[in-house]
Structures are given as C-alpha cells and as structure tokens.
C-alpha cells in the first residue's frame, strides 16, 4: 500500500471549522472588492508612489484592454467552459487589421509573408491611405476576433471537444499563423486616426505647476480615454446581456445543467457558438485597444502572462469555473485586482519570472475560493 | 449493422492509418527518409516524448490531464545541471546523484500538482497551467535565464547504450514496460481504469479514488523528469526554452495512441505508437523542407485531428451504450 | 442475543442543517435478514450508507460484535465485513466481470502481480453461485442490467462479509432473476450472514424478512419480528397516519381529438416500429422493464433523439424532424424520470427553474426579460401546485424535497401552457404523501383536456392511472390493453415475454 498521503488532509474542511464572520466574508458576492480595496490601502502605505496620479492614469489604461477581454472569458466561464486562445486571437485580429490598414511595409521584414505582394506591399495593404481604412480595418478585427470564436464554438458544441482541450489548439494554431503572416514583425504605420482610439482622452489633468506657458504633452495626464469608454460601453452591454434579456437566461442555464436546458428547449450547442463568438469578439476590442496604443499590429499582443491575466483577472472576480455563476461587475473587480497586483509586484522590483510565479499562485489560490465558497455555499455537503 | 462496423473500425484504427500515410507521404517527397538511420533516429527522438506521454496515459486514464510537463522537464534537468556544477561530483557517481535530483524534482513537482488537484480540490487544467507557467518562472528566477553546462560524465551518459542500443530507447522501452505491467497486472492498475470511468462509483466500490489521482500526477512528474534527464544528456546545454510547448506533444502522442481525454480507455503501449507518429511528422517536415513558420501550424492540426477522432470514439461509445437494450 | 451482530445506537445526521437521521438505534443480528423499510426521505439510505461508511453520523456510535465500529470511507467498512449492495450499481463497465468482483483485492501472485489464473478461478466459482453462466472475462458493458445486479450481488459473497446490505437491489431483475437473488439471501441467511433488505416492495419483506425495521422521517418508528408486521401495518407506520387510498378514483376524461400519433417510429437499436396515439384527456400508460425503451421512446417523441423512420403527427401537425424546441413550440412537456441530471438547475432559484422553459415566450420583441414579471407567474405555478419553499426567488433547487423538486419540475412546464404531457417516472423517489399529490395534478391535467403518457415501472401505478397501458419489450409495443382488459399478470406476461413468466 503506498500511503503517500496522510489521512487528516483528505478530509474536507469542515465548514464549522470557520468562524461565521469569515464565513459570511468569503461568502459575499463583493469579497474581492474588499480585498483590493484592502490590498491598496496596505500596498499604497508602503509604495506611496502607487498614489501619484501619473501612476494612476498608466494603471487605468491598463485596466481597459483587460477588461474587455476578460468580459468575454466571463461568458465562456459561465457556461463552464474555458477559452485559452484569446490572447491568440487578439494577436491574429491585430494583425489582420493592420495588414488592410498599414500605409507602408517594408519589404525587408515582410517580403516572406504568404500575403505580400497581393494583401500588401511597400504601399502598405490594400486600403492604405483611403479614408474607409479605420473603420475597415476595425470591421476586419472584429470578424477575425468573431471568426475564431466561431471555430471553437462550432467543434467544441459540435463534437463534444473538452473547451481547454479546443482552445488550447486553436491557441497554438492561431498565435503561430499570426506569427507565419507577419514573420515575427509588427505591422506599424496605421492611420493616425486609428492610433488615436488608443491614446485620445476626453478628460486631463495638469498636475505641475503652472509657470510655464506650454504645457508639454507627456505632463498632460489622461483619465477619461477613449479605451475607457469603449471598454465601459462593452461591459454595460455585456451586463445587460446577461442579466436582461431571455438570451442571458440561457447562458446560465447552459452552465447550470446543460441537459435540464436542452430539455427545457433552450438552444444549448447555439448558446456555446454564440458564447465563444461573443468572446472572440471581445478579444477583438481588446486587440484594437491594444494596437492602437502600441500603434502598429502585433502577432504576440495576448502572448506571455495574457492567458494568466485573463483567466485570472476573471476568477478572481468570483466566476466560478464549475459554471452557471458570474457576473461582469464581478470581472471588473477582478480586473482592478489584477492590473493594482501588477503594479504593485512592479513596485517589489520582482523579475518577470517571479512575477509569473506569484500570479500562477493567485490564479490557484482564485481557483481554490471557489471551490471553498462552492463547498461553503452547499453547507456541509455528504 | 456493416457500416457502422466498419466506421468503428476506421475509429479505432486511425493512427495506424495516418501512420502509414504520414510515412509514406515523407518518403515519397524525401526517398532518405526510409533510411535506416533515418529511423533510428526518429524513434530515439521520439523516446523523449514517449516516455512522458506513458506518465500523460495514467494522467488522462483518470479524465485528467497534465499542462505543465514541459516546465517540469525544464526543472528537473536544472535540478540535475546544478549537481553537476560541483566539480566533486564531475563522475560516474556524480551522474547517479544528478539523475536522482533530477528524478526527485520531478516527483515533488508532480506531488505539487496531485496536492493542489486531490486536496484542494481544483481543476487539473487550471492547477497545471498554473504551474507551468509558475514552473517555469520559479527555474527562470533561479538560472536568471543563464544557460546551464553540462560535464563530459554526464554526456557520456547521454551517448551510451546497451546492447548497442541507444540510451533514450533503453530507457523508453523499461518505462513502457514497466508502465504495460502496472496498467495491466495490477490491482492499482485497474483501478485507475475503474476511477477513470466513474469517481463516484469507485469510491463507493471502496477503492481510494483520492490516492490513485494523487499516486498518477505524482507518475506523470516522474515521467516528465525522465524525459527531462535523458533528454538534457543529449543536448549538454539547459537553456531557457527547454521543454517549451512539449506539453503538445505529449498530449497529442498520447491521444493518438488511443488514450481518451474523457478517462478509462488507453494503453502504455498507444504512447509508443503516438510519439513515433508525433516525432515521423517533425523529422518529416524538417527533412522535405516545410516553412519553419508552418510547422507548428501542422502540429496543432494533427493534435485537432487527434481528439476530434477521440470525441468521435467516445461519442460513438456512449450512443452504443444508450442503445443496449435487455439482451434475451 | 445482544453482542453478534450490529448494534446502531443513537445515530443521527443532518444535511443542510436539516436532520435526516435522529436518534436511531438498531440491532443487526447475524443468521436473520432485517427488512428496513419507509418512505423515500425517511432516512433509510443515509443510515445505511452511515454503517458502509460512505457518510459520517453527526451523534452515536456503532458496535460491531461488541467492538466500536466507524469506518471513514467503504473501504474500511469491507475490511470490516460489511458489504453495500448500492441501487445504483458500481460496476465499471471498462474492466471484466472478474476484474469488477475483486476491484479490491485481487488475487496476488509472488512479485504483487495479479494471478490471472486464481482471479478467473474464483470469479467462476461465484458465478456459478450466483448461478451466471458467463465467462469472468466478459466486459461488464456487454451485460444486461439484470446481470450486472448479480455481478454487484457475487462481488458482496466475495468479501465473506458479515453484513450484507441490499438497497432494492429487484428495480431491475426479471422474476426469474429476483427468485434466484432470493435463494441466494436464503442461503446466505443460512450460513449465518447479517442480511439487511431495503425495498419498497413490500410483498417481498414479507416472503425474506425474519425482522421488520421501519423508518419515518429520520427516526426509528417500529422494529420486530416481522409477523408482527402485516403489509397494512408497515404502510400506515411509515406514513404515520392511516391512509384509505393511495390513487385518487378514476374517471375517464377522454375525448375525441387525437393530440399526438406516431406509426412505425424505429430507431435502430432502440425502438422499432412504434404505432401509438395519445388523444384529448387521455391518461396512456407505458410500462415495461427498465432496458424496454420507455425512456427512449418518450426521448424520440420530444425530439432529444432523431427518429430513422417512421411518423410523427403532433396537434394535426406532420413532423419529419423534432427537437425539444419544436415539441414544445406544439406544445409537449416532458417531466424527465431523472430531476437532478435532466430536470432542474439545482443552484438557481426555484423561480428561475420555473420559467427556464417559458424564456422565449416571458421575452419582449427585443427580448429582454422582466425579472419581477417572472417571479411573480412563477410564484402563481409555484402555489398552484403547492410547492412548500422558502421565497421562490432566491431559494436554490437542491434544498426541496424530492417530491416538492418533482412540483417545481411539473411546474416549469405548466408555465409554457402544454397540452401534450410526457411523465417518466414521474413519482419516483418521492414519498407517498407526495404522490398523491402528483397523482392528484395529473388528473387534473387530462380533466382539463390534456393527453398524458404516463411511464412507469410501478404495475399498480399504472393500472391504477391509465385509461390504456401500452407495454414495451425489447424496443417494441409487445401488447396494449384497454382498462377494462387491465391485469396484473397479463400485463407483466407481456413485459417479460411469455418465457420468463412460464419459469
């Protein structure tokens, strides 16, 4: 007999075990609000830095990309899914919609891509310099973005594929096509007018003195962005969808008890093809807003600790992976979690690798309040 | 009755299918790949992977599943560089004492895995994609992203062989055997069979579901460490991309050799027919010249093709069993 | 007489805070078998998975031949010697017959390897004492669901235990099976095993018990001899109250107009050749033997499998396709045989589960919903049907009783304004006072001019509600019987096939 484990640890936790005020504390719908609130009250004492506004601002324009890519990993976590090509697919939207946009390329990097020379050109692609090109170019994001969701939704609703298993592969195939079309480069000089949705703001904020008659751009501190207010119009929609209309119901139900819905005649394989679209989609938005800050299309924008912070940032938030919970104001907190943890982990001078130790560690440790909550919600269980 | 049988057949058989057919495309395309040093060193790759996908069969015989072998291999063969920096240990026993570390490493990550999986009870794709990326920052921390060496003894264990026979396929063929008898001649075996198909009947039947998930992460680490320590002997250099994605492989050479991501079907024997098949289409494409910037686009296909026909299988048995009706 | 055996001394248990077990105290005596019987809720499963060890009591303790006994998982209580003969089987239908019985102690040769040759020895020999003639290496998802029963049955004689627990272990074996399963409590009785018998049938107690134990709501309400116990006896003990009819009378509503027709449905594998007609305040009983395709044919009516050939007229309407939005579109409402997996959302408000099947319709053009618009039609079903819950809109499924889920289930569909009932099983696991009550709705039902199909294994069940009973074998309609032709043997003769009822 391998008694590799002590028997004590195998035993569940006794709900009892815990005191009713923390009890209550894990319970409440808000206790990760609390806990940012908290986390930044504390990190604020010790790196006042964390307070100057022009952290601020660069923080908050972290916290809308994320955002709008973390409402879409929601609904998929709400149907007990799990999408991991996200960041893949904002990395193949970016890159798609540069391609039409671009004004220029340069032969050198690009010359080997399977589109040169009838998608682009030292001219850059096929729209470049007309007037449509932004919105084109947007359009062709947001396809893309929906595409791809698309081609999950179908096999995974179709043929039963397990989601991380899907997404996974499209994960791979996708980041390695985007990274096939632009030959590891970035796809730069877009229309100004599309840089502008990453970097335009509607309300500033001129800390310094005022002594000197101009003012330099860099002092100027954005607050109220245009990455703000589309991110906040997407999750108002998103929220409403979900929680308003017949079709939000049947989100639930799918992550609830998929066979009860089917029964009950919701449409159960359209309501996960229409989940993973609505995500593909929200990883475009996510890819717009990313590329027009960054101003050029990248094949790795959702590469590196993207799928941590995506995964993360929602459940973290309180979705819980077993399905048919969640909400967007939810992933919104989470968010803030993980964009202030970022900052503050930054602030600890910690390499990027530790920092990807610390958020593996947080996404177990989201994982593991949700089974505890779960656990605590079902009383004591068997 | 006919056709249904004959698609079943299909189903069951389609590796060897795309087996032939991979092996015969190459071979037309580039006539040097029927060589036989051309297969010998096709099956000596693909020991590497092999072995840990036999350690991914028990994982995915309990529908779970492992992400994070890649960082695993990465540590393990870190653990075992680092012994080997002291020049004490620069031998014969120095390799023994390497290859234990590395061994070591790669149980206590697996038990890592198993710990957060069996007793706190999360999902094994979320707990080993977070130590993959974890596991791989915890050996980027400690490197400091600097490659490791590693001495002449231990790369004359990387060359050796039995019998004339190289090292990695030594090594895989103990493990798959080893594997085959504990699956199939054991009563923990079978009841990882048994935890496979339905936990809760298992634990009711009075098996200790918790200690078998716990006892397959802990093989799979094990397995992975394997890989690692063999691998890292060929190389003579740990750098910082070791491992990477190898979580792929292994999971396509296991699935395509017939062990279902849905747990309670497989063999040990399937990971040496799904490795080679995995290692034939990497060897494949390098030899007749495919863009290096598809081939990964390739991999990912073949790892479609590969739990698309799984789901097909799986869904085909579960509509057979709805259908058994009181037989007279 | 104390000290052999079990004693159960003050055990008691609660779920969700609510007590299911208070305070029982029981013998278990070797060489008799006890017939613990009551209602579904009544406690009997949970005390006995307490003494297999699958659930931990809160209070008492238990003594096994006079030493304490408290076994943390199943395991221990195998060591122990107390074997669980589940409901539901736990047999793994990947692995033998032979692999199954010893799953837990395999025979072991010298290097800790399995003895091939003794498991197959062995694992014969029990068979032949369960009398199953079938090679041990035979994989258990080649056999019937009578067989497996008896393969569960030998994996029990396999441990030599003292105590054997059967939970109606007849649901589903053919007669000539059941008396075989009989036989082999005799002999078990015999040989001087503890033998405790949890059924709902009755009859059966009677001819096997030595001693009657009857629960009622968590507490130990009677024990003894079981002549002291006639039927009339342990019915009104686990209902606590005398009870003068079990079925409301019937009274046939039947019209005219014909609401669903189905001619030479076929579904290879499943059914074949299915001919039925369901028409306005019709009660149509299906009955059969588990396996018969009951289920699937009510599935293929609803559309959650597609029928190969054959025809479906629904309210006058061809259906060359039907899926559950279609079926209900005509509506059709099917009450699944099981709530848990097929009926409800058990975390989400009892409320939501109600109207889960009404969406589109509660939806305006743009489909948005009204959350209180809902609750409050929610709430009119709810009370209609006489659902005993807390608030509708925030109380989850999973905490009702099985028979106030069953309500809610009933409920659900009432909302989308059927016509067309399919009810599978529809009073399983709820207690009798509940039934009642289900019975009571489904009457109503064809009052109103609804057609129900009524499928159920329970004979008296059926022959007590249908106004026609349909009876199913092997995927076909073997006979139909109008209620005046209605008979107890005739009816199970064409269940089981003139064969078995011969032996």
């Known amino acids: 007999m391998s008694d590799t484990i002590p028997a004590p640890l195998l035993r569940r936790p006794r709900s009892s075990a815990l005191p009713a005020l923390l009890r209550r504390l894990l319970l409440d719908e808000y206790f990760v609000l609390y806990l940012t609130v908290a986390y930044f009250a504390v990190s604020a004492f010790f790196f006042p830095a964390l307070l100057d506004p022009r952290n601020i601002s660069n923080q908050l324009s972290n916290v809308w990309p994320l955002l709008a890519v973390a409402i879409g990993q929601t609904f998929v976590i709400i149907i007990a899914g799990i999408d991991l090509s996200l960041g893949a697919t904002m990395g193949l939207a970016s890159v798609a919609g540069a391609i039409v946009m671009t004004s220029a390329a340069d032969k050198l990097l690009l010359g080997n891509s399977p589109v040169w020379g009838w998608l682009l050109s030292e001219q850059g692609g096929i729209l470049a310099d007309q007037p449509v090109a932004v919105a084109v170019g947007i359009a062709v994001i947001l396809v893309t973005g929906g595409l791809v969701g698309l081609v999950n939704g179908v096999f995974i609703a179709r043929f039963r594929l397990p989601p991380f298993m899907m997404t996974l592969v499209t994960l791979m195939l996708f980041s390695s096509a985007a990274i096939w079309i632009t030959q590891s480069q970035n796809i730069v000089n877009l229309p100004d007018g599309f840089n502008r949705l990453g970097s335009g703001d509607l309300v500033s904020v001129y800390f310094g003195e005022k002594v000197t008659p101009e003012i330099k751009r860099r002092d100027i501190l954005p607050f109220v962005t245009y990455p703000m207010l589309i991110s906040l119009a997407l999750a108002i929609a998103a929220h409403l969808l979900l929680s308003r209309t017949v079709f939000g119901r049947q989100v639930y139900a799918v992550g609830n008890n998929p066979k009860a819905a089917e029964i009950s005649g919701v449409p159960v394989r359209r309501t996960i093809i229409m989940v993973f679209v609505i995500a593909g989609f929200c990883a475009a938005v996510a890819a717009i807003l990313y590329s027009a800050r960054l101003q050029g299309g990248r094949p790795t924008i959702g590469g590196g600790s993207a799928l941590l912070d995506i995964i993360g940032a929602t459940v973290i938030g309180g979705t819980s992976l077993a399905g048919g919970k969640g909400k967007i104001p939810w992933t919104f907190v989470g968010v803030l979690f993980f964009v202030l943890l970022s900052n503050t982990l930054n602030y600890m001078r910690l390499s990027a690798f530790h920092i990807d130790v610390v958020k593996g560690a947080i996404i177990l440790a989201a994982a593991l309040l949700d089974v505890l909550r779960v656990r605590l919600a079902a009383g004591d269980g068997r | 009755m006919t056709r249904s049988r004959l698609a079943e057949l299909l189903l069951r058989n389609m590796t060897v299918f795309i087996f032939l057919a991979v092996f015969l495309y190459f071979g037309v395309q580039a006539p040097r790949f029927f060589g036989v040093e051309s297969i010998a060193n096709i099956v000596k790759q693909a020991s590497f992977i092999g072995v840990i996908a036999v350690g991914m069969t028990f994982v995915l015989l309990t529908a779970g599943i492992d992400l994070s072998v890649g960082s695993n291999m990465y540590l393990s063969a870190m653990a075992a560089g680092y012994v080997l920096q002291n020049p004490a240990l620069q031998n014969g026993w120095g390799v023994l004492v390497a290859l234990l570390a590395g061994l070591s490493t790669g149980i206590v990550f697996g038990a890592i895995n198993a710990f957060c999986i069996v007793v706190l009870r999360i999902t094994p794709f979320l707990v080993t994609l977070a130590t993959l990326v974890a596991g791989r920052g915890v050996g980027t921390a400690i490197t400091e992203s600097f490659g490791i060496e590693y001495p002449p003894p231990y790369l004359a264990f990387g060359a050796s062989g039995l019998f004339g026979i190289p090292m990695p396929i030594v090594v895989f063929a103990v493990v798959v055997l080893a594997a085959h008898i504990v699956l199939s001649r054991t009563q923990f075996g079978r009841q990882i069979y048994a935890v496979g198909r339905d936990p809760e009947a298992a634990r009711k039947a009075g098996i200790a579901v918790d200690r078998i998930t716990f006892s397959v992460y802990v093989i799979c680490g094990l397995c992975a460490a394997i890989g690692g320590v063999t691998l890292i002997a060929l190389i003579g250099r740990l750098n910082q991309t070791f491992g990477v994605g190898k979580e792929f492989d292994v999971i396509t050479a296991a699935v395509l050799g017939g062990t279902s991501l849905f747990g309670g079907a497989g063999t040990a024997w399937g990971a040496v027919v799904g490795s080679s098949l995995v290692q034939m289409v990497q060897s494949g494409m390098i030899f007749v010249g495919v863009n290096i910037y598809l081939q990964p686009m390739v991999l990912a296909a073949i790892i479609f093709l590969a739990i698309l026909i799984d789901s097909l299988r799986n869904g085909r048995l579960e509509k057979l069993r709805r259908r058994r009706l009181r037989p007279d | ?503």
Do not use: C
């Open chain 3, 1 to 503: 007489m104390s000290g052999a055996g079990l004693s159960i001394r003050g055990i008691g248990k609660s779920f969700f805070g609510v007590p299911v077990l208070t305070d029982v105290s029981l013998e278990i005596r070797p060489g008799r078998v006890l017939g613990l019987v009551g209602q579904n809720g009544a406690g009997k499963s949970t005390l006995m998975n307490i003494v297999g060890g699958n659930t931990a009591p809160d209070s008492g303790d238990m003594l096994l031949d006079d030493k304490a006994y408290g076994p943390a998982n199943a395991r221990e209580a195998e060591r122990s010697g107390v074997a669980f003969i589940h409901q539901e089987l736990n047999l793994f239908a990947n692995l033998s017959i032979a692999e199954n019985i010893f799953i837990t102690a395999m025979p072991r040769g010298p290097a800790g390897l399995i003895d091939r040759n003794r498991l197959r020895r062995r694992a014969t020999d029990l068979l032949r004492e369960v009398d199953l003639d079938l090679s041990p290496d035979t994989l258990v998802e080649q056999l019937s669901p009578g067989e497996r029963q008896l393969v569960e049955v030998s994996k029990a004689l396999q441990l030599d235990a003292r105590i054997v627990i059967f939970d109606e272990p007849t649901t589903s074996l053919t007669p000539r099976e059941t008396s075989r399963l009989f036989a082999l409590i005799d002999r078990l009785r015999s040989g001087g095993t503890a033998v405790v018998y949890i059924s709902h049938i009755l009859a059966d107690i009677e001819t096997l018990a030595d001693d009657v134990a009857v629960l009622r709501d968590g507490k130990l309400v009677a024990a003894g001899p079981r002549p002291d116990f006639p039927a009339s006896r342990m019915i009104n003990l686990m209902l606590g109250r005398d009870i003068d009819q079990l079925y409301p009378p019937h009274r046939s509503a039947v019209r005219d107009e014909v609401l669903l027709e189905a001619e030479g449905l076929s579904l290879p594998g499943v059914v074949k050749g299915i001919d039925l007609s369901l028409r306005q305040g019709e009660i149509l009983g299906l009955f059969g033997l588990m396996g018969s395709g009951r289920t699937e044919l009510a599935r293929l009516l609803f559309g959650l499998d597609r029928f190969h050939s054959g025809e479906l007229v629904v309210q006058g309407e061809r259906v060359t396709r039907m899926t559950p939005r279609r079926a209900i579109a005509a509506r059709m409402a099917f009450i699944t045989e099981n709530r848990r997996e097929e009926g409800l959302m058990m975390n989400v408000s009892i409320a939501e589960n109600i109207a889960l099947a009404s969406l589109r319709a509660l939806g305006n053009a743009l489909g948005l919903l009204d959350k209180r618009a809902i609750t409050a039609s929610a709430a009119t079903f709810a009370s209609a049907l006489q659902v005993r819950s807390g608030p509708i809109d925030t109380q989850p499924a999973r905490s009702l009783s099985g028979g106030n889920q069953q309500k809610v289930v009933i409920a659900k569909w009432l909302m989308s304004g059927p016509s067309i009932f399919l009810l599978d099983e529809p009073t399983r696991g709820i207690d009798v006072a509940a039934k009642y009550e289900i019975y009571s709705i489904v009457k109503d039902l064809v009052a109103a001019g609804s057609g129900v199909i009524f499928i159920s294994s329970e004979i008296e069940e059926v022959m007590a509600m249908a106004d026609r009973i349909l009876v199913m074998r092997q995927g076909e309609i073997a006979s139909a019987f109008a209620r005046e032709r209605f008979s107890k043997a005739s009816i199970l003769r064409a269940a089981f096939g003139e064969k078995e009822a011969a032996a």
